[in-house]
C-alpha cells in the first residue's frame, strides 16, 4: 500500500514506531515520512496524545513514559482519597466466597483493606505482605501468601517462584494495579511484578484492574497485557475520550467511583 493510501490505523503505527525510534520527532518529517499533509499529521497526533500514547510538543510530538515509579510507602501517601474510594468500589464488585488473587501495589492494598471490612468469606491469595497482613485481620478469611524473593519497593515477592506457586491455583478474578495505562493497555515499571500479574490473570477467570487517574495516558516499562484480557477497569474518574473509548471497544467494562 503507498503511504498516501494508508488507513488512519497504520497512519497512527507508524507515527507511534517513527516517535519511538527518535524518542521525538517534528510534524514536517512525519508527514513527509508518511505521505500525507501536515494537518492530517497534526489531528492524528492529537488523537494519539489524547489516548495516551504521546506527548505533544511544539511542532511534533514525544513518546510518554514512565520512567520510575516511588516505593510503595512513597506511593501510599499519595492520592489517598481516590485510592480508598476505588478500593471501596472494587470490593464491592467481589462476590461473597469468591477466591481472589491481588497483586502487591497501594491501591491494591486498598482493595484488599476495604475487602477485610466486609463480612465476606473469602479465599486471598497474594504476594504482597501488606495484603496479607490487612486481608489476615478478617477471620472469615483464607489467606495464601506466595513465595519468593523480597521486593523492598513493593513490599511484595517476585520471581519465578512466585509465578510458579500462582500456577498451582484458580481463582474467580485476579485484582491487579499498574504504573500506567494508555490505550495499548496496562503497564509496569517492575518486570517481575508484571509478570506476577500475568500469572494471576492466567488462573483467574476475570480480571480487574485497578488504577487512579494520575496513571492515565502513561507509558510504563514493561506492558502487562492488552486491554482486551481486562474484564473490569475501578477508577475514580473518567479517563479522556479516547482512552474511554478504546476501553469501551475493547469490551471491558468501566467504573468510575468519582464520590
Do not use: W
Request: glycine residues 10%.
Amino acid at each position: 500500500m503507498e503511504p498516501g493510501r494508508l488507513t488512519k490505523k497504520e497512519r497512527h503505527e507508524l507515527i507511534l514506531s517513527e516517535v519511538r525510534r527518535s524518542a521525538s520527532i517534528r510534524i514536517s518529517k512525519l508527514a513527509r515520512r508518511i505521505g500525507v499533509a501536515g494537518e492530517t499529521i497534526r489531528r492524528d497526533l492529537i488523537e494519539l496524545g489524547e489516548a495516551g500514547l504521546i506527548n505533544r510538543t511544539y511542532g511534533g510530538a514525544t513518546i510518554s513514559l514512565v520512567t520510575s515509579e516511588p516505593v510503595i510507602a512513597e506511593r501510599g501517601l499519595t492520592m489517598v482519597e481516590e485510592r480508598a474510594r476505588v478500593g471501596r468500589g472494587a470490593a464491592g464488585l467481589i462476590e461473597k466466597g469468591s477466591i481472589v488473587m491481588i497483586d502487591g501495589g497501594s491501591t491494591t492494598y486498598e482493595v484488599a483493606r476495604s475487602l477485610s471490612q466486609l463480612g465476606r468469606d473469602l479465599t486471598i491469595i497474594t504476594n504482597s505482605i501488606g495484603v496479607a497482613s490487612v486481608a489476615g485481620a478478617n477471620p472469615g478469611f483464607r489467606v495464601i501468601l506466595c513465595p519468593g524473593t523480597y521486593d523492598s519497593r513493593e513490599a511484595a515477592v517476585l520471581g519465578e517462584d512466585t509465578v510458579e506457586f500462582v500456577r498451582r491455583y484458580n481463582a474467580d478474578v485476579a485484582v491487579i494495579g499498574a504504573s500506567a495505562l494508555n490505550a495499548e493497555g496496562p503497564s509496569d515499571m517492575i518486570s517481575g511484578a508484571a509478570a506476577v500479574k500475568r500469572a494471576m490473570m492466567r488462573r483467574s477467570l476475570s480480571t480487574m484492574l485497578v488504577v487512579t487517574n494520575d496513571k492515565f495516558g502513561r507509558s510504563g516499562l514493561e506492558r502487562v497485557c492488552a486491554l482486551s484480557e481486562i474484564s473490569d477497569i475501578v477508577t475514580d474518574s473518567e479517563p479522556a475520550a479516547e482512552l474511554r473509548a478504546a476501553i469501551h471497544e475493547a469490551g471491558g467494562e468501566l467504573h468510575v467511583f468519582a464520590e
